[in-house]
């Protein structure tokens, strides 16, 4: 005999009032939940999912309306409240924990002073038993020196840290209903596997219905009993979390399965003539250093890469690994201080404004963002016959043949040429954004998270996108990526980048089958995918990433390497070769790494 | 951390004004071409004018004109006017504290309002009350003081006949006994101030109103009210000090013309006789005290802004994941 | 999806300004006091420089639908005459201050560095002085005349405008298709004005109509306070100067013009702020 659920939602419908009329966001949703179940959300753009926890507490934005249907916490409709009888019915009972952690602080509030107001609202006084217990609470979810913290403000904690706070606002008010919004969306791997642990062991002592709401479907699998799958603002499935991954009916939940990377899945591997005539592309020992208020930011301390012509070089790392900066000196849009960048036996170092046509087009630029890629106010066509004519020349006609034949590559319609960017989706702008860069033929081309900002279903057809062009033209990749599945698929090569540092490099299915640096096995350990044996064994980091302004000395790593051999780490690591081709920096050496790293299971 | 704030502060401000004392001498001394002639009028003949250029020293280097003018002005030696043939200095600094006491009273009344109504139309956005404020502090803020002084007068002095429509002052009584004859001035400097203010206050409110710490604010159960003055207030009076300052500059400008209506006895209207009779050396001392006031208003705003703000406060030491 | 689309962009557009009731009426007046100054010569019912000694001081009446004024001249025709004096004044020195200030913050936000540095410096210096105090100090020196005026209140709005400029253009300059230009080759000047310029119109034109506003304030102020168009030319500043010390007499003198300035900058506030949400 169940309880009654404490969150019932009946035939909900949203609407928000946009530019050009009303917009459904919400269409007819019902579910229920109850005390100690974890139901998740999973939805891509557009599905209503936020909108729906937004609208179970009552926080919408201005446009948006409830047009229809109940929302009901312990009995209670809470569609028809508002002002202090909204309030009184919920109490503190209803608590949320989003995705911006900085933004939900208040920047110039202490943050013991935040914590302690969940008790100060509760009617309690006793400021000293207060305190007690808001160190406690920071205790609870792995602040452990709360004195320091209580007094310190929210912009001198990590983005980590700041959810941690968040967190325990959260329990503090001893919810029977916690809503996450992707709670760990936009944190490091390592960390968002520690902020889910917590989630996890907190759950036990919480005692409340929690509803996660995310785009990624690996972190719900992981922490919830039932999952609803949403598409454009209806629920369109909803179960235990084995039946909707393993045995799904409907064909949207089947497709969104299918259209994810299974992590450890590669790319149909092509044979190419590798290693005929030297590298295309060698990075040495490139550092940069930023300035800013008088201190030294040293972004990257010394990198090395080397591609061959018709790889791809995944690069991957957390951030503060100076990924992006390192694609940035490549491209010649950031300079470095020291260092040389040499494509094709070519020094190229310096501004991308001092570099010839010839290796202007030979070396081109992938970005991250749909929504600034492209300019606006162009047309696509223009976009591209620009493109065409400073890359390679070419005369008017010859740029718009080209420009055909690029949209035609990219898998894109003749109408679209005449579009503007906004007219697009955002895979479509992404595609006019490959389009753009391979219309010069070049030899190279920088890939800094093609797909991190598109809808899943999308991120698998840009990627075959990118490797068919890759492999028809014989192009080189650098590709960078947080997402080590996508890597893993694509790359032939990796480079591992920690605090400015290559730590790791070498052959793709060798360093993930045998990583053979304590970081790149740690940050192995904690990728989330539903191909991963459920409680695998994870590799916990000791303490928050080293600030870039005060590097470890020697080897970068060692503050939180759980494989610390002693004092000599303090020293410059040499470099280590292992058989197979990987090569990492660390004291210890090849056989005694491998024996001690569990094997990995082979991709499948 | 504060100190090294503050003295880099004092340094650029020292700094500018001594770049704008250059600047105003250099614009009075050259741009009106032959200073002898401007004193002496049109009629005079080539010796005096000799004599005058000699006398004053107008054949030597600028740069070292500029100096010794610096050199006097440091020393408390202003000048005499030409216009009125008196020392400068008495005359300026009895007209400064009128103008003081006049912007004094103005930014003390208005501001808190000001302030309140911002808040108040935040609060309410959208609604009539929101409507209202914003549609009048528009209003206030983009007619000219001297047009709204004229309504003022027109209804409060002709009509109403409530207040006097002129400040003169007899010579040797106090302002102070005839503040009703200030109510008005008051009021037509204050107008613009409220429209400013209450509009970045507005704005600056409705932007924090937006964020994330709200939300969570009224999750833990606190009030809309007590969300309102605890949280966001602080967040959004930060920028609002900068625009403070900013008003300060002109409030100057509305005091030239202010006093100009209300024939107030202020510096302003020191500086507009100056202006159109010529007289130089009343003109470059004018507008290097005001110069001087403005660069410390900004200051005081810059200083206030840093110790205000955690985020410059308190450097972070550095940043990670 | 070519010109369709654009017709329907800038109907979109037109829309949304439309929307707001507000930003309809200030285009009213707005226009009307354009139409004033284009066919005030059309309009008037005598000169507005004739004087009328007879009729002098006269109240509002059907000879004179706003009175006369203390040498009988007929205050409607003066205020209508006085709408082109005032906007064409304040016209050309927006477009004027806007040209500058609008290349200043290009040339910022694109080179950067030293020249960045220096120039919003100097900016800093300017804006920290009320244009009052600035505009007295020059014309003092220079004399009062029309051109002076167009040139000190156009050189001392445009670091202002210059400011405004930069942060969109410095918005603008982070974008990736702004980098995806230079992999290609652009040169500064193509970048400048062919992918940053035409995002920031719309800021432009807000700036433009806001300047406006200020323009005619600041030029106003200076005709009252004498420093500024001088007479016999018929502006509203120099009306209100000369007949406010007849307020208790013949307050018409003072409220017609009064008035007229009143509606036209709050007019074009609100024609600004309909422009607002669209850029």
Known sequence: MRDAPILEVDHLAITYDGETGPVPAVRDVSFELHRNEALGLVGESGSGKSTIGLAVIRHLADNGRITGGAIRFAGTDLVPLTGSALRKARGQRIAMVYQDPVGALNPSMRIGQQLAEVYLSRGETARDAIRDQVLADLRQVGIPDGTYAYERYPHEFSGGQQQRIVIAMAVAMKPDLLILDEPTTGLDVSVEAEILDLFSALRRRLDAAILFISHNIAVIAKMCDRIGVLHQGRLVEIGPTAKIIGASTHPYTQALLAARIPFGARKQDQPSDAASGGPLLEVQEISKTYRAHGRAIRALAGANLSLAKGRVLGIVGESGSGKTTTARIIAGLALADEGRIVLDGRDITGPVQERDAKTRSALQMVFQNPDSTLNPKHRVGHILRRSARKLRGATKLEADKLAAEMIAAVRLEPKHLDAFPDELSGGQRQRVAIARAFIGSPRLVLCDEPTSALDVSIQAAILRLLIDLQQ?????????????????????????????????????DKVFATPHHPYTEALLSVVLSLEQPAEKQRIRLRGAAPSLLERPKGCPFHSRCPRKVGPVCEEEPPWQEAPGGQRYRCVIPPSIARRQHPSQSEPS | MIVRLIARRLLLALGTLIIVSAAIFVVVEILPGD??????????SAEDMALVRAELGLDRPLAVRYFEWAGHFLTGDWGSSWRLRTAIAPLVISRLANSALLAGLAIATIVPIAVLAGVIAAAKRGRFADRAISFGGMCFMAVPEFVSSMFL??????????????????????ILTHLDALILPILALALVLFGYVSRM???????????????????????????????????????????????????????????????????GQ????????QDLPMLEVTVLILAAILIGANLIADILYGVLNPKTRIQRQGTAA | MTAPAVRARSRAQWRRFARRPSALIGLLVLVFWILAALLWPALVPYGPTDFQLLAKFSSPSAAHWLGADNFGRDVLSRVLAGSRTVLLVSTSATILGVLIGTALGLIAAFYGGWLEEALMRLMDILMAFP???????????????????ILVVALTFAPYNARVIRAAALDQRSKDFVAAARLRGEGDAYIMVMEILPNIWGTIVVELTVRLALTIFTVATLSFLGLGIQPPTPDWGLMIAEGRQYYRIAPWIVLAPSLAIASLVIAINLVAEGLNRDA
């Open chain 2, 201 to 267: 206050v507005r704005a600056s409110m409705v932007e924090e109103l937006r964020r994330g710490y709200v939300r969570t604010a009224l999750l833990k159960g606190v009030s809309p009210a007590a969300v309102l003055i605890r949280h966001v207030l602080r967040n959004a009076l930060l920028p609002t000090i900068t625009v403070i300052a900013n008003q300060v500059s002109w409030l100057v400008g509305g005091l030239v013309v202010v006093e100009n209506v209300f024939n107030y006895p202020g510096l």
């Open chain 2, 153 to 174: 007068i027109l209804v409060f002095s002709l009509w109403l006949k409530w207040v006097p429509s002129t400040a003169r002052i007899p010579g040797d009584t106090s």
């Open chain 2, 35 to 44: 200073i002898a002639r401007l004193m002496l009028g049109p009629y005079a």
């Open chain 1, 472 to 508: 028809s033209a014989e192009t080189s990749y650098v590709f960078i990526s947080h997402d080590l599945a996508v890597v893993r698929y694509i790359s032939d090569e990796i480079a591992v980048m920690y605090l400015g540092e290559v730590v790791e490099w070498g052959p793709a």
């Open chain 3, 131 to 149: 244009l009052i105090v600035i505009a007295l100090l020059v014309i003092a020196v220079l004399g009062p005349s029309q051109i002076n005026v």
């Open chain 2, 270 to 277: 020191l500086l507009l006789q100056a202006a159109l009779s």
